[in-house]
């Protein structure tokens, strides 16, 4: 349910985003031409394989633009376990999602350096709290 704020509705909090746990992914696809109507087929298994296989997925939401050139995917996860957890159960279905297009991904977390040498050389950013940035920081 959403509580209202000063600038409309926001979502509460959940105990894992309060305690910092919840990690977040927004992912692009530029579908290659001619390839729209595979990457859609493709999406909907995956789509179905988190919902029925997925124990820690909070959000799994697949958007196209309206001239269908981009779609954006945003994740939400209750930890990084939770991410591992989807990345395995789509894991078979990913290598014929991602031939069709184009693909970037920001994480937004605590990631551990270990964590994020598993996502080298691919086309990922990751992004920490504030909270963390400047604490890691010194400031």
């Not at 990690?23 to 087929?41: I, N, S």
């Not at 296989?53 to 994740?75: K, M, N, P, Q």
Request: glycine share 8%; hydrophobic share 40%; net charge negative.
């Amino acid at each position: 349910m959403l509580t209202p704020g000063p600038n409309g509705p926001v979502r509460p909090m959940t105990r894992a985003a309060e305690s910092g746990t919840e990690v977040w992914a927004v992912a692009r696809l530029k579908p290659h031409e001619g390839k729209l109507e595979e990457f859609k087929r493709a999406a909907a298994k995956c789509r179905e394989a988190t919902r029925t296989r997925d124990t820690g997925t909070l959000r799994y939401e697949i958007h196209l633009s309206a001239d269908e050139s981009e779609c954006v995917f945003i994740e939400g996860y209750r930890d990084v376990d939770a991410l591992l957890e989807h990345n395995a159960n789509i894991g078979a279905l990913l290598p014929a999602m991602l031939s069709t297009g184009s693909v970037s991904a920001e994480l937004f977390g605590h990631f551990s350096d270990e964590f994020k040498t598993r996502w080298q050389g691919d086309p990922v950013q990751f992004f920490a709290p504030l909270e963390a940035a400047r604490s890691s920081a010194g400031a």
